[in-house]
């Protein structure tokens, strides 16, 4: 929720009396009682999928429509998209192209095979070029950190 400063100022709320009414729920202005669903309005919220496991499907793109972060893995490298198939796992490339199709805001990749050593970006660079100009895309490492993007309005 979040407060809405016109509603407050109509009804004389200000300063410490915000507070009051946060903790609170509810707060006694000139004799009316004022709760804080008059004065707030709803926050979408940040939402997050988790693709793992899989080949291509829809059910990717349904979970994954719309969210803020979509953390997916990306096992192979697109070269190798017939040992995707065969393995159940998605290519860089292709979760790249889950995202950019559900309208992903940030793609972190992860779950990558062994057999192309540590450097994971080379996944990141792939997926990038299938995600678009409107994907973050993050090859993420072990104990990586990786900031949530900011609330949409």
């Known amino acids: 929720m979040r407060f809405v400063p016109e509603r407050l100022a109509a009804l004389g709320?200000?300063?410490?009396?915000?507070?009051?009414?946060?903790?609170?729920?509810?707060?006694?202005v000139d004799g009316r009682v004022v709760r804080l669903?008059?004065?707030?309005?709803?926050?979408?919220?940040?939402?997050?999928?988790?693709?793992?496991?899989t080949r291509v499907?829809?059910?990717?793109?349904?979970?994954?429509?719309?969210?803020?972060?979509?953390?997916?893995?990306?096992?192979?490298?697109?070269?190798?998209?017939?040992?995707?198939?065969?393995?159940?796992?998605?290519?860089?490339?292709?979760?790249?192209?889950?995202?950019?199709k559900a309208g992903v805001r940030l793609l972190v990749l992860t779950h990558f095979s062994r057999r192309y050593g540590d450097d994971v970006e080379q996944f990141a660079v792939e997926a990038r070029r299938s995600a678009g100009p409107d994907v973050d895309v993050v090859a993420a490492r072990d104990l990586d950190r990786i900031a949530l993007p900011s609330r949409r309005p």
Request: hydrophobic residues 45%.
């Open 13 to 28: 709320i200000r300063g410490p009396d915000v507070g009051r009414l946060a903790e609170a729920g509810r707060l006694e």
């Open 37 to 53: 669903d008059d004065v707030t309005q709803p926050r979408r919220g940040q939402a997050v999928a988790v693709v793992m496991d």
């Open 57 to 100: 499907c829809r059910g990717a793109v349904e979970l994954a429509r719309d969210v803020d972060v979509l953390l997916c893995e990306s096992t192979y490298l697109h070269a190798d998209a017939d040992l995707a198939q065969a393995y159940g796992h998605l290519t860089a490339r292709q979760a790249g192209e889950v995202a950019a």
